[in-house]
């Protein structure tokens, strides 16, 4: 949309369709999209694709996007792990812009201090995980609580993308 750009996290081990159906989708809608992870390289999913980053997270970056969008898999344990993806999500979300997680990705969220008192969504496995935090489990396939959108796995995708782009649409 007229050069308002999204950011997508990537990290080995990504749920491969969670990361290709939000990035074409975006890009469907005129967004310009990168690809965010760590380092800037390749990048194996979980099903064996290979996903190449086109930037290094840097959090002094994090004003530059609209919304920021964390695929699940395995890769959020590592986003998890990671302080400077940490403080990225912290400072998308605090500086109000649109921070989307799916499936996993919530544990991100968890890491990263933001979802106390909110509602929040995710893959049933980790409800325990979300509620230790402090955050309300709704277990709705799409949750919004203001600048936070989850969702709990890949049939959630359409109704979320739907939900995300109207959002975006609405802000810019």
Same mark, same amino acid.
């Given at each position: 949309?007229?050069?308002?750009?999204?950011?997508?996290?990537l990290?080995?081990?990504?749920?491969?369709?969670?990361?290709?159906?939000?990035?074409y989708?975006?890009?469907?809608?005129?967004f310009?999209?990168?690809?965010?992870?760590?380092?800037?390289?390749?990048f194996?999913?979980?099903?064996?694709?290979?996903?190449?980053?086109?930037?290094r997270?840097?959090?002094?970056?994090?004003?530059?996007?609209?919304?920021?969008?964390?695929?699940?898999?395995?890769?959020?344990?590592?986003?998890?792990?990671?302080?400077?993806?940490?403080?990225?999500?912290?400072?998308?979300?605090?500086?109000?812009?649109?921070?989307?997680?799916?499936?996993?990705g919530p544990?991100?969220?968890?890491?990263?201090?933001?979802?106390?008192?909110?509602?929040?969504?995710?893959?049933?496995?980790? $409800?325990?995980?979300?509620?230790?935090?402090?955050?309300?489990?709704?277990? $709705?396939?799409?949750e919004?609580?203001?600048?936070?959108?989850?969702?709990?796995?890949?049939?959630?995708?359409?109704?979320?993308?739907?939900i995300?782009?109207?959002?975006?649409?609405?802000?810019?």
């Open positions: 949309m007229d050069g308002k750009k999204i950011a997508i996290l990290e080995d081990f990504v749920e491969d369709v969670e990361f290709i159906y939000p990035f989708r975006f890009k469907e809608e005129g310009i999209v990168d690809v965010l992870a760590p380092k800037i390289g390749e194996t999913g979980k099903k064996g694709l290979i996903f190449h980053s086109s930037h997270i840097d959090p002094e970056n994090a004003h530059q996007y609209e919304a920021v969008f964390i695929p699940g898999g395995y890769a959020p344990d590592r986003f998890r792990r990671d302080r400077e993806t940490l403080e990225f999500i912290r400072r998308a979300y605090t500086e109000n812009r649109i921070v989307a997680a799916i499936c996993h544990w991100a969220l968890i890491s990263a201090g933001i979802i106390k008192g909110k509602r929040v969504t995710g893959f049933f496995s980790i $409800k325990d995980d979300i509620q230790n935090a402090g955050a309300i489990y709704t277990g $709705k396939p799409v919004v609580d203001g600048n936070l959108i989850t969702a709990t796995d890949p049939k959630a995708m359409p109704e979320m993308m739907k995300l782009i109207s959002i975006l649409k609405e802000r810019v």
